[in-house]
């Protein structure tokens, strides 16, 4: 019987390695991502994963090595091909990165007003209507960010990721600060966006709970290194000291033997 083909790998880095002074952050990081899945990077805080993002994104060159994106070289784009790559990738930060002055409405249809000219302000509207509802706050268009709990702010920041309909969506530690029950919503909110969306979501994470619930791949981050890298399942059973120490330390004994009574087809 033939293997399924694996999805084509949407973001590629090769050989990528960053320092900033004499600290090395990223180390000869290689890793494919592939389309239309969840792929989680994890490690402890100061493992280089916010770093490896910002490349992604253009923000940072690495200083050895290629970071391509839809197989664009991302050091190497002009201005211009970095606008266009960045218009088909969504981003939602830690802290929700929204503007207080504005209302909610307003800071969820800010992509539009800069990008979406060819729209009026009722198909704007709607559009902002849509995707709050789909993140299940609807009829908060006109409330002011300040009234927002934590996770309501996650919440109108990922509805602002999908405004404009990315092909790729990042995470930046969206359970950050927040309780157990608003995190766990959170994670059910990523697999419903999955879903809903079949597009590609990148969620760089300490949450390895969380992680485990979302993420169809997982990479591990260990001092700047990508220690390991594949299928979820195969992450939770390595044998790799680094990960197996790390999921020790962040996964209770009652998920530890449950992932042993499961075998190797899937995680609970």
């Known amino acids: 019987m033939d293997r399924p083909t694996a999805p084509p790998a949407v973001i590629e880095l090769e050989g990528v390695s960053k320092s900033f002074d004499d600290t090395r952050v990223l180390d000869d990081i290689s890793l494919a991502i592939p389309a239309g899945q969840t792929t989680a990077i994890i490690g402890a805080s100061g493992t280089g994963k916010s770093v490896l993002i910002k ?11 290629c970071v391509r994106v839809f197989g664009q070289d991302v050091a190497t784009a002009s201005k211009a091909q970095l606008y266009a790559l960045r218009r088909r990738m969504g981003m939602l930060f830690q802290d929700g990165a929204l503007f207080d002055s504005l209302t909610v409405g307003q800071n969820v249809g800010f992509p539009l007003e800069h990008h979406r000219k060819d729209l009026d302000e009722a198909q ?59 995190s766990d919503a959170i994670d059910e909110l990523i697999i419903d966006m999955k879903r809903r969306l079949g597009i590609t979501f990148v969620v760089i994470s300490h949450d390895i709970v ?55 087809e899937g995680v609970p």
Request: charged content about 20%.
């Open 55 to 65: 490349h992604v994104i253009g923000l940072l060159r690495p200083d050895v090595g």
């Open 124 to 182: 704007r509207g709607h559009l902002v209507e849509e995707k709050l509802e789909w993140v299940g706050l609807p009829g908060i268009a006109d409330r002011s960010i300040a009234s927002l709990s934590g996770g309501q702010r996650k919440r109108v920041g990922l509805a602002r990721a999908i405004i404009m309909e990315p092909e790729i969506i990042l995470f930046d530690e969206p359970n950050s600060g927040l309780d157990p029950l608003t």
């Open 210 to 264: 969380g992680t485990v619930k979302v993420a169809d791949h997982i990479g591990m981050l260990y001092e700047g290194r990508l220690v390991e890298f594949g299928p979820t399942h195969q992450i939770l059973r390595s044998s790799n000291p680094v990960v197996m120490n790390f999921l020790r330390r962040n996964l209770d004994t009652s998920w530890l033997a449950a992932l042993n009574a499961a075998g190797t």
